[in-house]
């Protein structure tokens, strides 16, 4: 069965600095990896994805991540934080098998200090 | 364009009552899908459907039926409420059926339903 681990409930950074938010991963083949951003009372935005090629991959607001094919990470990386990264951040995954399940990990809750 | 449009925004049931999510997205996309949100849990795959007429279950399929009668439209029916469907729901959909490479890997999701169960 497909899961998702993000094993930080909570991140501490102060702003400035760069931050990582962790995410690891149990998929049978080469899955496609996706991270979200959630807002206060809102729903989730979609922020970058791996599907192939290069295992640095960017998105939006200055995001990043490294796919890690042997350790089968996915982690969520910015060089420097700001106050309003502030927010809770999801990992998700989908097989290539055609069954079309997007599997999300419990969410890391970010908070950039000033 | 609205984009995935929830309603009601938030709903307080009594135990046995049933009700009904809805959800619609005017960006034609084929792929639709409803989460639940329980904190320590992240979001769980209720139902998903990849076009009209054809859904299929998810992760915590229990209690709740779907249908796809329209491209548009992916309504969520509670038929008898349990305290423990007290949650937060999301819709979400995604462009497109699949044969490209990376198809469905955008999902956009709903502002989300607060769902209490007495």
């Known amino acids: 069965a497909q899961s998702v681990a993000q094993p930080e409930d909570q991140v501490n950074v102060a702003e400035g600095n760069p931050l990582t938010v962790k995410c690891t991963y149990s998929v049978s083949g080469n899955p496609y990896l996706f991270w979200y951003v959630q807002y206060p009372n809102r729903g989730l935005q979609f922020l970058l994805k791996?599907?192939?090629?290069?295992?640095l991959v960017k998105g939006s607001y200055g995001f990043e991540a490294e796919f890690n094919k042997s350790q089968t990470s996915f982690h969520l990386k910015k060089p420097s934080a700001l106050v309003s990264d502030s927010a809770l951040y999801f990992c998700a995954v989908r097989d290539r098998t055609g069954t079309y399940k997007y599997i999300f990990g419990t969410g890391t809750r970010l908070k950039v200090l000033a | 364009n609205a984009g995935v449009t929830q309603t009601p925004k938030f709903q307080v049931l009594k135990t046995g009552q049933s009700m009904t999510l809805q959800c619609a997205q005017d960006?034609?996309?084929?792929?639709m899908s409803w989460y639940r949100q329980d904190p320590g849990m992240g979001l769980r795959l209720i139902h998903y459907?990849?076009?009209?007429?054809?859904?299929d279950q998810g992760e915590v399929p229990n209690g709740y039926n779907v249908s796809r009668s329209t491209t548009e439209d992916f309504p969520l029916r509670l038929l008898s409420a349990a305290p423990s469907q007290t949650s937060v729901y999301f819709c979400?959909?995604?462009?497109?059926?699949?044969?490209?490479?990376?198809?469905?890997?955008?999902?956009?999701f709903g502002s989300g339903t607060q769902l209490s169960v007495l």
């Open positions: 960006m034609n996309h084929e792929y």
């Open positions: 979400a959909s995604s462009p497109g059926t699949g044969l490209a490479e990376g198809a469905y890997e955008k999902l956009f």
């Open positions: 791996y599907i192939t090629g290069d295992n």
């Open positions: 459907s990849v076009g009209a007429g054809i859904t």
